[in-house]
């Protein structure tokens, strides 16, 4: 499905079967020397098969055609090695740069999620079945490096880079000053919340995620256009909604915490999860793992301001009340 939103600029949504999400928007910039598309969706036939019918009658030349990738997760890095061709550049972020290049990030996860009370065996099929490890790109394309602060050209659009750590290690959203339009990616939605994870690379990553929402706030935006569900105009509105969602949440773990020492995985069932099923037993097993990675990330952050403390007994991390 193709939307034209603004000359010159179009969303395309592509379908995620079988996962929350339902879908990825991926916008494409059009202009008279070279196009740029933003997030790419998964790698997988579903979001090929709309992905390059729709590409084809927006009349997108790849060989002239550049990709910006807000973060690594796999529905927006996932078809980058379907789409860049050697005329291609691919934009990511210089932090996850280095993860993407890294040996070790999934074995460190395994391990931390193990640590926090995950049960080795259903952390290895939920490891198997994760959309992360299954619709990664056909193959590694060479990236350009970007930062923060640094603009990028395409058509008549002026696009700076505005790193907003959280969602992931080194997100970034992309905003043109001009025309007061933030490409938010995963940094802020408005019909759900973005899911923030405990990261091996990130010592506070709810921390840094409230952080980088006040930086948002801070931006002159009249349209908000997310990688998920619907745009919006409202984003101070929406930002102050997610900083109270996950005061609510830290609110739920203090209170797990007062029925006595949990590890992660334990402490997780006690808070509230917009999913359709009546019992932790029920989850997926990768919502489980999306579920404990983002308790996780909240007992990290009472852990960093005194209000919650851990120790380790048999290999396992416990988390207690200060």
Known sequence: MIEDILPGLYKIELPLPKNPLKSVNCYVIRGSDRNLIIDTGMN??????????????LEIDLERTDLFVTHLHADHFGLTGDLATDGSKC??????????????????????YTANGFPVEALKESMAKHPGYLYS??????????????VIEAGDYSLT?????????GHMCLYDESKKIL???????????????????MGDALGDYLDSLDRAGTLDVELVLPAHRRSWHEHRQRIEELKQHHQLRLGEVMAALEEGDMTAYEIAPYITWKIDCKDWKDFPIVQQWF??????AHLVYLQERGRVRT?????TIYYALA
């Open 311 to 315: 120790y380790t007994e048999d290999e």
């Open 137 to 150: 790109p056909s193959r590694v394309v060479d990236i350009t490096e970007v930062d923060d602060g640094q």
């Open 291 to 296: 579920a404990v990675g983002e308790t996780i």
């Open 44 to 57: 997988r036939p579903e979001c090929r098969e709309v992905m390059f019918p729709a590409l084809k009658k």
């Open 161 to 169: 880079c505005v790193e907003t750590p959280g969602h992931s290690p």
């Open 91 to 112: 934009y990511f972020g210089r932090a996850e740069t280095k993860i993407v290049k890294g040996p070790r990030h999934w074995a460190d996860l395994l391990d931390y």
């Open 183 to 201: 490409f938010s990616g995963d940094h802020i939605l408005f019909d759900i919340t973005p899911n923030i994870a405990h990261w091996p690379e």
